[in-house]
């Protein structure tokens, strides 16, 4: 290949390394190298957000980001969302709230949701509809993705307020 | 295992049985397969909307590490066949086309496929497109439909008499005696913007030949799966029996992925010819400038109205712009004609409908196909007399409403109406949007130099539909069956198909629900097959498919049908083993079935067994084993009239209300939405939540076609001017208000479970959102003509008011 670069990265916490030419996206790294086939391609210009994953805990939309940019870097995508099983609760939410269709926009729809509340853990409504605003969604009109976001982050408050206060805190 | 509960599970909220791989990113859409030894193909496209292909020369392209070949279309058209699909029409243009779904000698639209190339990876076979060296020899292209219909145009497909595809006038009533009454008539020229259902998911298609037993498997992301196996199979010189195509999860469709058909052939010929599974990607700039396009249309409608707003006819000259071949064209039209009366009930009408070839993106399906073009005409001319008149434009509507006592209703082409509420569908509407007050507000503001605006619509939406006579000399009826099947193994696992795949429709959960509750089981105890398998799943010939909002219609009788049947199976089967008659025995919780009036009962996995395994016992008019294979057709009868164009040509028309409340900017042309309310019947709804999810996608949709989407060609050069997302703008989140809506649920008379169609609703919210504009710019003296409005057009006709 020519100029290949070695690069290497974590991917919800697991270690990808492989040999690949400059120019390649990292949704590709993502979806061919690592077969990790949740992240989706919409519209190749950053426009739709199907792409969006995390990158050292900040959204990008993995279509227009370099796989060498990532490379010693930190990748969380849809597939690290459930632990042993277990739904995430944007997850669940979003079940919940008939938050999705087709499906295809939904792990980035999540990811930029969950990048939104970890920025603001108590939005308005117009404070979600803002912070998704780089992801497309076409089955929906959106209502029940907004509504999901809203009810996670108050189920968050409520167990923000059930947990008893550390000292640090 | 959660139980929702046996009988009655119809009509209940449950959750989803799509939601738990999707929303864990172990969804299987088609990009996601790989095949061992696959290729990757990419098409180089024409940058000119009207060319001649005069050379090709792929030699540096094929000198490229890693291009395995490149197929021109010079080579496609010797070895696959093309669509000549509309060898019915009764015009020598139309019969003449031939449909290769690549440029030949010439190309006929910006970004048409001329040459294909096949890579080892995407990356390569993107690199070898720009190496692909073209000729052009570039001809005036026709984007303006009127002049492409004019004698002297230059003619789209060569050798044809004209551009003009389709030409019939219908007439229904006594339109000239009609209009010979009227106090008022309104005239109207208006158009009908090209926008296009822009699924997130582009075209993603996988073919490859088994050479052995010359069998074509195709993975793909197809609306219309049961027509494509014959299309493919045609154009290939295959038996279509030999042609597996499969569908699983689809990342949205929108009628678009209807247009798939012709790329499905070309990829299918590079698999047959390299021997080896050849995988091809869509990208977005492709899918905008070469999926299908919505129908864009002029109209030249006039109204005739009395002074108290009694609707007494219309007449109507339409011109259909097609692009530059028919694929699903011109059956939108065919459709709309039908129903131009909608909700009202005059009798009188005219319509002239010319179908005509541009050089641009070959229009097909869309959400609210054909009926969004014909509803937002007769509102418009309605809102337009309504002004004229100074009567308030729910009152005008209020007075010409067809009732619901008045149901079964038989409109003037024949369509009989199976129920509905029409009124209380627009009094609901105008009561969740709070439309007294809004007019008091409005009056307020306007004092203020404020340009608000609210704007009701209703629209009409038929299911099911009948077009085969108008298609197809000879055929009385056809399009409506549906095909399903359920099959109960051995250890009792119930597992059920229908030949509608969900594309976001949520089909496998309702499907479940409906067979559920007719077998007495939970749905969490019914596996639906995810998408169609033309060699496995429920398969209904060609006319297979999730489009025309069928689901609702033949599809529930498919479902509903072939549960019954299995209801009946398992109860014969229970009685042999309880060793009593079938009519002493009914089916109870959890599918066990019981001696009526006794404890004695088998389970249904005891009786599934019986039946599969222990079939030496079994009495000779027992059949063994557990399936069911169910075919429905709808009860519609052979029109009265295919040449007038009479008779019923729909199971069901769906119908809704809207309103929209706006405010416009004068200084900017911004139009910022308020408020959004709809009000839907979908007769019955067999899961609310997923009812209530179609009908915001109603408004997602509909809401972007009248403010952001739009596909703009320019009338020089011929480009699309809006070919990312960039330029083609999608709305957000943050440009809509909370959405409100509500569903009515009047049944339908004729469909077998009281369901119709919904999530299409005939466009109601586009044309609701456009009426609020018109109305907001009415103190300025401002008519809006068009579907879609732009704030530069905006400020542009605010600016030529001031300047006068």
Redesign the interface.
């Given at each position: 290949m020519p100029n290949s670069k070695r690069i290497e990265m974590k991917i919800n916490g697991e270690s990808y390394a492989a040999e690949v030419e400059p120019r390649l996206l990292l949704v590709d790294f993502l979806r061919v190298n690592a077969r990790l086939t949740g992240t989706h391609v919409g519209c190749d210009t950053s426009n739709c957000g199907a792409c969006t994953v995390m990158l050292d805990g900040l959204t990008v939309k993995s279509c227009t980001v370099f796989a060498v940019q990532a490379d010693g870097r930190e990748i969380f995508t849809v597939e690290g969302l459930s632990k042993d099983g277990k739904l995430h609760p944007i997850q669940e939410s979003f079940r919940d709230h008939h938050a999705l269709q087709c499906g295809y926009c939904t792990p980035g729809m999540m990811l930029s949701s969950l990048f939104l509340l970890s920025n603001k853990p108590n939005p308005t409504e117009e404070e979600v509809r803002k912070g998704i605003s780089g992801n497309i969604c076409l089955c929906t009109g959106y209502q029940h993705i907004v509504n999901a976001v809203l009810d996670v982050a108050k189920r968050g408050q409520r167990q923000q307020k059930k947990r008893p206060r550390s000292g640090k805190n | 295992m959660s139980k929702v509960g046996n009988r009655g599970v119809i009509g209940q909220p449950i959750?989803?049985k799509?939601?738990?791989?999707?929303?864990?990113?172990?969804?299987?859409?088609v990009?996601?397969i790989v095949l061992p030894e696959m290729l990757h193909a990419s098409f180089v496209r024409s940058p000119y909307g009207h060319a001649y292909v005069k050379r090709i020369d792929a030699s540096r392209a094929l000198g490229l590490p890693g291009v395995v070949d490149v197929v021109t279309g010079e080579e496609f058209a010797k070895f696959v066949r093309p669509q000549k699909a509309h060898s019915g029409l009764d015009s020598p243009t139309a019969r003449a086309l031939e449909d290769y779904g690549i440029a030949v000698k010439k190309a006929i639209y910006h970004g048409e496929a001329v040459a294909a190339v096949v890579a080892l990876d995407?990356?390569t076979a993107k690199d070898a497109v720009e190496l692909v060296e073209v000729d052009y020899d570039p001809l005036p292209p026709l984007v303006d439909a009127e002049e492409s219909m004019s004698d002297g145009a230059v003619k789209i497909h060569d050798g044809t008499p004209t551009n003009v595809v389709w030409h019939k006038t219908y007439n229904y009533g006594d339109v000239d005696k009609a209009f010979s009454k009227a106090d008022l008539i309104v005239k109207s020229r208006l158009y009908f913007d090209r926008f296009m259902?822009?699924?997130?998911?582009?075209y993603v298609i996988i073919a490859s030949f088994d050479r052995g037993q010359e069998v074509m498997t195709v993975y793909c992301n197809s609306a219309h799966p049961g027509r494509d196996v014959f299309l493919v199979a045609g154009a290939l010189n295959l038996s279509p029996n030999r042609v597996r195509l499969i569908c699983q999860?689809?990342?949205?469709s929108?009628g678009n992925k209807n247009n798939i058909y012709p790329y499905t052939a070309l990829i299918g010929y590079l698999a047959m010819k390299t021997g080896r599974p050849v995988k091809w990607v869509m990208?977005?700039?492709e899918h905008l400038l070469a999926s299908g396009h919505g129908n864009e249309m002029i109209y030249y409608g006039e109204i005739a109205v009395k002074k108290d707003g009694t609707i007494l006819g219309i007449k109507a000259r339409l011109i259909a712009d097609e692009g530059s071949e028919l694929r699903s064209e011109p059956r939108g039209a065919m459709v709309w004609i039908r129903q131009l009366t909608t909700f009202y009930r005059f009798r009188h009408l005219r319509m002239e409908v010319n179908a005509v070839l541009t050089n641009k993106c070959p229009t097909g399906s869309m959400r609210a196909y054909g009926k969004v073009q014909h509803c937002f005409l007769i509102e418009s001319l309605i809102e337009k007399a309504a002004r004229q008149l100074r009567l308030d434009p729910a009152e005008i509507r209020f007075k010409n409403f067809i009732l619901p006592k008045e149901m079964p209703y038989k409109n003037p082409a024949g369509n009989i109406y199976d129920g509905g509420d029409y009124p209380g569908c627009l009094r609901r509407t105008l009561e969740m949007v709070g439309y007294e007050d809004w007019r008091k507000k409005q009056q307020k503001l306007r004092r203020e130099g404020k340009c608000l605006g609210i704007g009701i619509a209703m629209a009409m939406e038929s299911q099911g539909g009948n077009l085969a006579p108008l298609w197809k000399k000879g055929h009385k009826s056809s399009g409506s069956v549906g095909s399903a099947m359920i099959r109960i193994d051995a250890d009792g696992n119930i597992s059920a198909s229908v030949d509608s795949m969900?594309?976001?429709?949520?089909h496998q959960t309702t499907t479940a629900q409906i067979v559920a509750d007719v077998l007495s089981v939970s749905p969490d105890d019914v596996d639906v097959f995810a998408g169609f398998d033309s060699w496995i799943t429920a398969f209904g010939e060609r006319y297979s498919g999730s489009y025309a909002s069928r689901f609702s219609t033949v599809h529930h009788g498919a479902i509903f049908g072939a549960a019954k049947r299995m209801r009946e199976k398992i109860l014969r089967h229970g009685a042999f083993l309880l060793g009593s008659a079938v009519n002493k025995v009914e089916l109870v919780q959890d599918g066990k079935v019981r001696v009526k009036g006794t404890k004695k009962s088998a389970g249904l996995k005891e009786v599934a067994s019986n039946a599969w395994l222990n079939t030496g016992v079994l009495p000779k008019d027992l059949e063994a084993g557990l399936v069911v294979h169910y075919v429905y057709k709808a009860p519609l009868k052979p029109l009265e009239s295919a040449e007038l164009g009479k008779g019923n040509f729909s199971l069901t028309y769906a119908y809704g209300g809207a309103a929209a409340v706006v405010e416009v900017d004068p200084g900017t042309g911004m139009v910022k939405l308020l408020k959004i309310v709809l009000v839907d019947d979908p007769g019955r709804c067999i899961n609310p939540?997923?009812c209530?999810?179609?009908v915001?996608?109603?408004?997602?949709?509909q809401?972007g076609a009248a403010l952001y989407e739009r596909l703009l060609y320019d009338k020089t050069d011929g480009r699309l001017l809006t070919s990312?997302?960039?330029d083609y703008l999608?709305p957000?989140?943050?440009d809509?208000p909370?959405?409100e809506t509500a569903i009515m649920e009047t049944p339908s008379l004729f469909s077998p479970l009281g369901a119709r169609g919904m999530a299409e609703g005939g466009g109601v919210p586009q044309i609701a959102v456009i009426n609020a504009v018109r109305d907001a710019l009415s103190p300025l003296g401002i008519e809006i003509d068009s579907s879609h409005i732009e704030p530069e057009e905006i400020l542009r006709r605010i600016q030529e008011r001031t300047d006068r």
């Open positions: - | 959750k989803r799509e939601d738990q791989r999707l929303i864990t990113g172990k969804g299987i859409f990009d996601d995407k990356y259902a822009a699924p997130l998911e582009t999860d689809n990342g949205g929108f990208d977005r700039n969900s594309m976001g429709h949520s939540m997923v209530e999810g179609q915001h996608g109603q408004i997602g949709h809401v990312t997302f960039k999608l957000t989140a943050a809509f909370t959405l």
